[in-house]
Nanobody
C-alpha cells in the first residue's frame, strides 16, 4: 500500500513558476514508477509527466515539454514537478500517482495509487 500527499499548489501569474511535491509513504517507493496528472474544470483528467523508479527515464505531455520537469528523490520518498513558464491553460488540480514496476505509462488506468490533488491556478 502506498499513500501519496501532494503539496505546493497555489495561485501564480502567467509566466511564473511553481514546484509541486508528492510525498509517499512506504519503504518500497523506489520500486514504483511515478506520474503526474491534471484535471481542469469540465475536462477529463490528463497525463502530464512520468518518471521511472530509478529516475533514469521520463515522459511528458507534448504541451508541457520544455516547461515542466519531473524528478524524484528516493531517499526522501518524494517526487517533484517543477513547472516554469506557466500558462492559464495549465490551471487544474494536479495529482500524483504511483504504479509498481519499471514501465512508463501515460494512461491513468495503469496507476494503482493516487493522491488527493493540489490546485494550481495561473492568472493571465
Amino acid at each position: 500500500q502506498v499513500q501519496l500527499v501532494e503539496s505546493g499548489g497555489g495561485l501564480v501569474q502567467a509566466g511564473g513558476s511553481l514546484r509541486l511535491s508528492c510525498a509517499a509513504s512506504g519503504r518500497t517507493f523506489s520500486s514504483y514508477a511515478m506520474g503526474w496528472f491534471r484535471q481542469a474544470p469540465g475536462k477529463e483528467r490528463e497525463f502530464v509527466a512520468a518518471i521511472t523508479f530509478s529516475g533514469g527515464s521520463t515522459n511528458y505531455k507534448a504541451s508541457v515539454k520544455g516547461r515542466f520537469t519531473i524528478s524524484r528523490e528516493n531517499a526522501k520518498n518524494t517526487v517533484y514537478l517543477q513547472m516554469n513558464s506557466l500558462k492559464p491553460e495549465d490551471t487544474a488540480v494536479y495529482y500524483c500517482a504511483a504504479r509498481y514496476g519499471t514501465t512508463l505509462y501515460s494512461s491513468e488506468k495503469r496507476y494503482d495509487y493516487w493522491g488527493q490533488g493540489t490546485q494550481v491556478t495561473v492568472s493571465s
